[in-house]
């Protein structure tokens, strides 16, 4: 025991050090800055470091510097001109932005001392940090700091009288607990977000007037001419819904200018993401979908002129694709899942680059806005995605199951990127050099929609039974697995576990009707689906052991394991659930997106306006693993996060006392962290425990 666990520790450890990308951006033809994450085990955080690459004329990597840490870095920019670097960083729990200009620092604000706003947002759903374009000024967003408010009844020291005019507001009294909503998981405090201008030459910050008091904004960005702002508005009444891993949420595009004239674009019934300008300046594009239903869904490439008028229209240049269409090439492409472009996507001739989820892949392409025609820029081993476009010059990211994080950088030509080259090393991972992966294409024998994947990884060969199989469906459920290296992946291959990543009907990446079909089906038709690629998966791989077979999944993977666990009980020796879904019908009331996970899923329209509908509680009931949790027999760990808003932790608890009470062994962690359990030192114990449930349970310690 303690020898395979101290092999499973140090591989872990190993396998840690593995760095992943996280941006990178072109500063000049011959030099690329690169930015990238790890784990710090010692400090039980993740590290940030940059990279600088410096390429000859043939964009070969001639030599590199060590990396810098930039771990306190929160955001940063550098001006189009290159000749001021804004930075916002954190220092025990303050805010400061400090300007850099050629080799010096010229201003440091302490946001704090300043007290003019609440914290800055530096999170991809509503943040920007952005320099004007005559770069005097710097954009972002922030909370709203609340009136001062007190007791009813509270001693004070006697003051000495002030001239009125100048005297500060009294503070409310008996308003201190008054509830306003934040935006939910991963977003707790974010309450009611503003524009702040930091003026860089007058030392100055100031909030800009005029947003209506119903809205938050997001993604604002100066227009070109520096004359006006745009940006998301998204709709607060009647309540805010979680926004983390959801594309759903009433929304539209925003125009201000610093008269404070604020204008919205009439879209009915849209969800908005990631505007940006043309580079004339006279059109704005961004990717939208229908408000409500599944979290995430196929969006569309929309554009609009600018300036915004209340009579503006909106026009589609790629529309939602219901399953798959042709594209340029003979291609097959089924739609746009993305919510974000590059920081700098602009090709020539009105082309955009854009990335996206496909199947079991991310992939790129180059879109005509005016003509809507799509382009793939073809990587056949794994996922690709563009990063950076400067000119002709374009940065990409590539990575599959077995090989890590890669830089490459290409020019393009005439539409067509020339020879890649890799400008970053590749790194080895020889714990996993003889595994491979496959794509498996599946066909579900009923159903409207039928056509899903799944993603086998593991040996090519071996003898007969002899390697236990991990089948671990995705979480979302709208999401899928693409093909890139991750952490658990790499350290179940590295001690000789086949895995099965399974994208059932209802995962993005495979047309719309696929996120659709899932609707009223959730516990039916994804289940079948896992059962039916574990059947396929165990077909003509003998080296593969059917007695063998280990559950893993989290938030509706975690649904899916507990659900497959009970509806097929002798089938699996070993189930690990994360934050897992247990009953939705319970949760439908403590979530902080009930109307997506627990309304759509059970195939109904979510209002908390009438009587309670117990009839879509009792649908909600039927779908949820506790209705089968009497017939599990398979030894079940838990990893539940205490401050998890999405899936509430008393999910997990009664999960844990309901197999407890019918004779299952189980077990449970509750970490302090939320439902991603994302922290580094939650994350190892959560990872290392999985493991170790498994080797047990399956009987190989």
Known sequence: MSTKLDKIVKTYKSLAQIPSLIGAQIQSEGVIHTTWLQRNLEKGSMAKFSRTIMLNNHLKSIESTLPVDITSEVLSKISESQKLKAVLRENDSKHYIEIWKNSNLVRVVDLAALDVHGNVYADVEFSSFEFSPDETKLLYVAEKKNPKSEPFYKRKKPEEPKDGENSPKPAAKGEEYLFEQDWGEQLVGKKKSILVQYDIENDSVEILKGLPDNICVAQPQYSPDGTYIIGVAYFIEPRKLGLIYCTNR?????????????????????????????????????????????????????????????????????????WKKEISGNKTFFGIYNTVFPKRFWASNNEIFLNTNQKYTLNCYLINIDSGNIKEIEFDSGSQQILDVQGDMVLALRRNFL??????????????????SEITSKLEVPQIQDSS??????????GAFTDFNAIYLGPSSGSSKTVPLVVWPHG??????????????ALFLSLGYAILLVNYRGSIGSGNESVKYLEGKVGTADVRDCIQAVDSVLEGRPWLNPDQLALCGGSHGGFLVAHISGQYPDKFKSVVARNPVIDIAS??????????????????????KGEIDNETLLKMREASPIVHAHKVKAPTLLQIGSKDLRVPPNQGNEYFLRLKANGVKVRMNLYEDNHPLGSVPNEMDNIINTVLWIEEHLELM
Request: proline fraction near 7%.
């Open 437 to 446: 992966y496959e794509y498996l294409d599946l066909i579900a024998p009923d």
């Open 250 to 322: 009433p929304s539209t595009l925003f125009q201000l200018d610093f008269e404070g004239n604020f204008v919205e674009l009439p879209l009915k019934n849209r969800a908005v993401k990631s505007p940006r300008f043309t580079p004339d300046g006279k059109s704005v594009i961004w990717l939208e979908r229908e408000a409500g239903g599944p979290h995430m869904s196929c969006m569309q490439l929309a554009k609009v002129a600018v300036p915004l008028t209340a009579k503006s229209e909106a026009e589609v240049v790629v529309d939602t694709v219901q």
């Open 476 to 489: 979302g459920p709208h999401a899928a697995f693409a093909n890139y290296f991750f952490l658990e992946e």
């Open 587 to 608: 949760m439908s009331i403590i979530s902080d997106i009930p109307d997506c996970r627990c309304y759509a899923v059970a195939g109904r329209a979510y209002t908390q």
């Open 403 to 420: 090989v890590p994080d890669k830089v490459v950088c290409g020019k393009l030509i005439n539409g067509q990127i020339s020879e890649w």
